[in-house]
């Protein structure tokens, strides 16, 4: 089935070929560069040198040639820029990233991180993919080819990601793969979810795998288990390229003894760069084969903290030297891509990708360059980005086919029962994965109560997509909610149906009704009262407002969860992935209580 293209606003940068006269022009002084960056320390990817007092020429969205002394390549028109003695970097990429992540738009995540020096990013919308199916992948494929900067996407694999234990808004096949694979700007397949499958030779993931390599493109991977033997080689076999979910030294080590490239995670929630990184600063492996990425970042974090940047800067303060944390975060991306020839570095032919900064340890970003054009200055965009307008389809997407009460809410206990031994889903701080615990808890009139003593509170999967108002409850802990309350939100990797937590069986059903009305997003209420409330309309993941706009409402919500008790770091987002059923140990899923270290469902009660 052929799927609508949707109009793609930008002009694409030309070709190094097509430009391949007029960069030969300017290096050879035969014609004016557009704009000359004068007099700055050369951050040499290539040859892990720093070389002061050089000049860098730019025509036509790309470096033509990089030399102590290019002023012969001024002309009447050409742009000058004194870098002063800072070092010129190569704009930053981020490997593997979810845009759904921010909450906003394609368009608004650029205009969060261009400032902060992000000049190529490596997408995976699956979160659309799991609502609007392979219309919405083309809705965010053709904003991306349209930004000023690099906005590679990559064809969501596994929706859904587990298949028979979650059903999400649309599915994904083979011949979908293949399609997007035909798209101009598909650069590989998204991560590899079903890892089981793989090592199982499932047909429709190997079908998935088998069509990205006969187009020559990169397959995204997605280990998520500490099994480093049988399970791991077959999934290495397999065909994936690349994996993010490592945890410990050992499994970046792993993943690069057998040829894949280790991409160390540092998201808004995800801190798995210190612990991996001594793969490189303690047992020596060649750095060439690390990458860093964000995966999943918040928009607060993009807002107030940074991207890339902020990465590259925790990488050095975890031991590695700046050049090489630079050089995984720019070249070391390229290269895995293919795309070694045409960015990641500042040398001739390249997309003229350009940071200047006065410190490579701390990187403040003080000006950013993107394929030839000056985009940000200050941590300020000085660029016109317009906002890119999203159909009607893709809104109104929560569907709860009823109203919901407390009673959807409540968990009965086995019958005469005055406790219960219950499995409950334990979140574990700044990290993906979960624990299963056990832990025995009252019964009240035959239901099962909470217990803040143990930190134990409700959780609730609500199917959102056909509005059949089916409703899943287990329990959860490490929230530390300790007064009447409940969090909401559409956004629930990787099925995206509704997930609530809460003490209160009625703050859980106002929250679950008040989402329904306002299209989706995340709320959080307390004693009948809406504490912090972010509009998500977008398939229920995305903001159509300002990127800084939609970062206040997040850091309201965080606060909110805050004032119910929670300390944890980013607890929303450990909140949007309870039911993500492809990282162990225990999630929740519309099919029940699910035990990701078997890939089958459990009961709640032991």
């Not at 307390?526 to 206040?552: C, F, Q, T, Y």
Request: hydrophobic share 45%; glycine share 10%; aromatic share 4%.
């Amino acid at each position: 089935m052929q799927h609508p293209v949707f109009e793609v606003f930008s002009v694409p940068l030309a070709s190094w070929s097509s430009s391949a006269r007029s960069l030969i022009d300017v290096a050879t002084g035969r014609a004016p560069a557009d704009l000359l960056v004068r007099n700055g320390r050369w951050v040499n990817v290539h040859s892990g040198e720093i070389l002061p007092g050089h000049d860098v020429a730019i025509v036509a969205g790309r470096f033509a040639a990089i030399d102590p002394d290019l002023s012969y390549t001024i002309g009447a028109n050409t742009q000058i820029i004194d870098a002063a003695g800072r070092y010129m970097v190569p704009g930053l990429c981020d490997a593997h990233m979810h845009v759904e992540s921010g909450m906003v738009t394609v368009t608004e995540f650029c205009r969060a991180v261009i400032p902060h020096g992000t000049t190529s990013m490596f997408i995976d919308p699956h979160e659309i993919a799991n609502v609007l199916g392979i219309k919405g992948v083309r809705l965010m494929h053709d904003e991306a080819a349209a930004m000023p900067v690099s906005v590679y996407v990559q064809a969501p694999s596994c929706v859904p990601s587990a298949p028979g234990l979650e059903t999400p808004g649309a599915t994904i096949s083979p011949d979908d793969v293949a399609e997007m694979l035909s798209w101009p700007n598909i650069i590989g397949l998204g991560e590899m979810m079903n890892f089981p499958g793989v090592a199982a030779n499932d047909e429709k993931m190997l079908a998935e795998i088998a069509h990205t390599q006969r187009a020559g493109k990169t397959v995204g991977g997605h280990y998520a288990s500490p099994d480093l033997g049988k399970p791991f080689y077959g999934y290495v076999a397999g065909g994936p390229a690349d994996d993010h979910e490592g945890t410990r030294m050992e499994d970046a080590i792993a993943r690069v003894r057998l040829g894949m490239r280790s991409m160390l995670r540092l998201g808004s929630a995800w801190f798995d760069v210190a612990a991996q990184v001594k793969a490189i600063t303690e047992a020596g492996l060649d750095s060439r084969n690390f990458v860093l990425c964000t995966d999943d970042s918040h928009s607060g974090t993009l807002v107030n903290e940074g991207h890339m940047d902020r990465v590259v800067r925790h990488a050095i303060a975890c031991g590695l030297k700046p050049i090489t944390a630079i050089q995984m975060a720019s070249l070391n991306t390229a290269t895995h891509f293919g795309l070694e020839r045409e960015m990641g570095s500042i040398t001739p032919g390249r997309r003229a990708d350009l940071i200047l900064t006065s410190d490579l340890a701390t990187l403040p970003i003080e000006l950013v360059i993107g394929q030839g054009t000056v985009l940000a200055e200050n941590g300020v965009l000085t660029a016109p980005l317009e906002p890119w307008p999203y159909p009607d389809f893709a809104k109104n997407t929560v569907r709860l086919g009823r109203q919901l009460t407390a009673e959807a809410f409540e968990i009965k206990a086995p019958s005469g029962r005055n406790a219960v031994t219950a499995r409950v889903i334990g979140v574990i701080e700044n990290q993906a994965g979960t624990r299963a615990l056990e832990r025995t808890l009252p019964v009240e009139d035959g239901l099962v109560a909470v217990d803040a003593a143990q930190d134990v509170c409700q959780i609730a999967l609500v199917e959102r997509h056909v509005g059949s108002g089916a409703v899943v409850n287990a329990l959860v802990s490490g929230f530390g909610y300790n007064i009447d309350c409940a969090v909401a939100s559409t956004v629930a990797h990787d099925s995206h149906q509704m997930i609530v937590v809460g003490t209160n069986r009625d703050d859980m059903a106002l929250a679950a009704n008040r989402l329904g009305e306002v299209g989706g997003g995340a709320i959080v209420v307390s004693k009948g009262k809406v504490l912090a409330l972010v509009e998500l309309p977008i398939a229920g993941l995305m903001s159509d407002e300002r990127a800084e706009i939609v970062a206040k409402k997040a850091d309201s919500l965080v606060a909110a969860m805050r004032q119910c008790g929670c300390t944890l770091n980013n607890a929303f987002m450990q909140h949007s992935l309870l039911a993500l059923v492809v990282i162990p140990e225990l999630r929740i899923s519309d099919k029940g209580l699910i035990d990701v270290r078997t890939f089958t469902p459990t009961e709640l009660f032991v």
